[in-house]
């Protein structure tokens, strides 16, 4: 059965002393003995309230189902704690998108297992699913508070106890990232075809692995289910379906949630995510918003007599990892890094993916950093893809991988960010060397001046003078590899000015920091060779 220590173990004790200190000045008089008034109050703020340094999380929203049988989900607010902000009033707390018509009104079974099954409290338990079809709920609340980001996550848990079904195609799930439209217009877990569903865990098509195809419309932005068959599945959208498989979990029942760090809730915002399965990670990886600020959660279940939840939470959390590598792009000059994140990655492969905001010519990969091994093409060390283009860089360490440890410093990969078209669609994946796919956590930061190394060889010299020559009066379309240095779409002699001032620079080095070349005469200048630059750039050094 399903374990609410594990269920909510993961918050850190509380410390600040003087929370406890009110909350006992506060303590109901009524309380039978003085015991009971100090173990009531502890638990409470146990369990609304976590403070670390300046950052407090709280409970926004749980639910215990700890009150009377009844076929009304929600027809008393026992059990329900809400911080949400939002009034979550009797017959308010959810909204059941897939129900049979006539379940509450009669308990009757009519059996067309297309307009849904039942749903009730049942031995304070939430049950879902009940008899012929499947059925879902939502909490009436847009979860995008302020605290999320300001405590850097939240963490969504739910407890199943017990249904009947053996198969992947029943059990119990969560969606998150759906509109209020969306979660409302959901349907039958099974049908992904003919509907729009929460999830897609509970199709015949839901095996680990499974791309959903377009037509069908899976509306969370992130979905996680714990399945019949002893198995994990989680996704984003249509897929891929990820998870761990069948006769992996001790049992078809337990305690399951997931932490989340959010960059922000802007469409196309990262959040890296970590499930766990009684208080154990399963698995970590990174999905994206669909749409600004949007955030409904729900339940799913699929069975053919029921889904019984014991336990339904949504918290802020201070300690939320971001474990996948990150992808940090500089908006400013356009140079892109992978840095390490809260664990250590081993990778063999990754690519980057935009609707066509990279400059490939700039793309010097691992293979042009220090401390990773470059191949000689026979797949020794890291080597670029045979094509590269504005949509897809990629590269691949054929014969053994390199290890990228947890916090490392962040290694460029050449100024591949067109900073005029300023996309922000970037995607980041690599495989770990047993060829599983990790969606890798993209993050936009400014400042810096672009190095003007616009032949991306790592080094700003006389071959980026003749590109900007030969673009000099080129507007509005321009990039960093047709000599655009300030990224204002236009070759102009103010982006002259940046090549002269950076002449010697290499990527490794502080961006924008001056090489102090004196600056040569016009016409001069054309009229020199390559030569002749490289040789007044060493006697320099």
């Known amino acids: 059965g399903a374990n609410l220590a594990a269920l909510f173990g993961h918050a850190p004790e509380p410390t600040a002393v003087f929370l406890l200190a009110c909350g006992l000045i506060a303590a109901p008089a009524v309380a039978r003995s003085r015991g009971q008034r100090l173990l ?323 793309f010097t990969g691992l293979a042009g950093a220090s401390g990773f091994p470059a191949g000689n093409g026979t797949g020794n060390g890291w080597e670029l893809g045979g094509r590269q283009t504005s949509s897809l860089l990629n590269e691949t360490y054929l014969q053994d991988s390199s290890t990228i440890s947890a916090s490392a410093s962040a290694v460029s990969l050449g100024a591949v960010y067109n900073t005029g078209l300023d996309t922000r669609d970037l995607r980041f994946n690599y495989d770990l060397p047993d060829g599983t796919t990790i969606a890798g956590y993209v993050e936009y930061t400014t400042g810096g001046t672009a190095l003007p190394d616009f032949n991306g060889n790592g080094v700003v010299d006389a071959a980026d003078y003749t590109i900007w020559r030969d673009n000099l009066g080129l507007s509005s379309t321009a990039t960093l590899a047709d000599g655009d240095a300030n990224g204002d779409g236009d070759v102009t002699q103010a982006d002259y000015l940046l090549w002269r001032d950076n002449y010697g620079v290499t990527a490794s080095a502080i961006i924008g920091l001056a090489a102090a070349t004196p600056e040569p005469t016009g016409l001069a200048l054309i009229l020199l060779s390559g030569s002749v630059l490289a040789a007044l750039s060493r006697s320099r050094r």
């Open 40 to 362: 009531g109050l502890l638990i409470a703020i146990a369990v609304t309230t976590t403070c670390v340094g300046d950052a407090c999380a709280i409970t926004l929203f749980e639910d215990t189902f700890n009150r009377s049988d009844s076929r009304n989900i929600d027809a008393s607010l026992t059990g329900v704690t809400n911080n949400t902000g939002s009034s979550l009033p009797i017959d308010g707390v959810y909204t059941q998108p897939h129900l049979d018509p006539e379940w509450e009104a009669t308990g009757a079974d009519d059996d067309d297992a297309s307009d849904g099954g039942g749903a009730q409290i049942i031995g304070n338990e939430l049950q879902l699913a009940v008899q012929d079809g499947t059925s879902n709920a939502f909490v009436n609340h847009n979860f995008v508070n302020p605290q999320i980001l300001a405590d850097g996550g939240f963490r969504v848990s739910f407890g199943v106890t017990g249904y009947a079904g053996t198969a992947r195609q029943q059990g119990g799930a969560i969606a998150l990232g759906m509109s209020q439209s969306e979660a409302a217009s959901t349907g039958d877990a099974f049908s992904v075809t003919t509907n729009p569903t929460m999830t897609g865990a509970f199709n015949d098509d839901g095996f680990i692995g499974n791309t959903y195809p377009n037509t069908v419309n899976i509306v969370a932005d992130f979905w996680l289910a714990i399945r019949g068959n002893n198995s994990l599945a989680w996704g984003s959208g249509n897929g891929p379906v990820q998870g761990v498989p069948q006769g992996a979990l001790a049992n078809k029942t337990g305690a399951v949630s997931a932490t989340f760090a959010p960059a922000g809730f802007g469409a196309g915002d990262a959040v890296a995510y970590e499930v766990f399965y009684e208080g154990a990670s399963q698995g970590y990886g990174t999905y994206y918003w669909s749409e600004d600020m949007q955030n409904y959660i729900g339940l799913d279940a699929r069975d053919g007599t029921g889904v019984n939840f014991n336990g339904f939470a949504v918290e802020t959390i201070t300690d939320a990892a971001i474990n996948p590598l990150r992808l940090q792009v500089n908006t400013t000059t356009g140079v892109v890094s992978i840095a390490g994140g809260d664990l250590a990655n081993s990778l063999d492969y990754y690519e980057i993916t935009s609707s066509g905001g990279l400059v490939q010519g700039n």
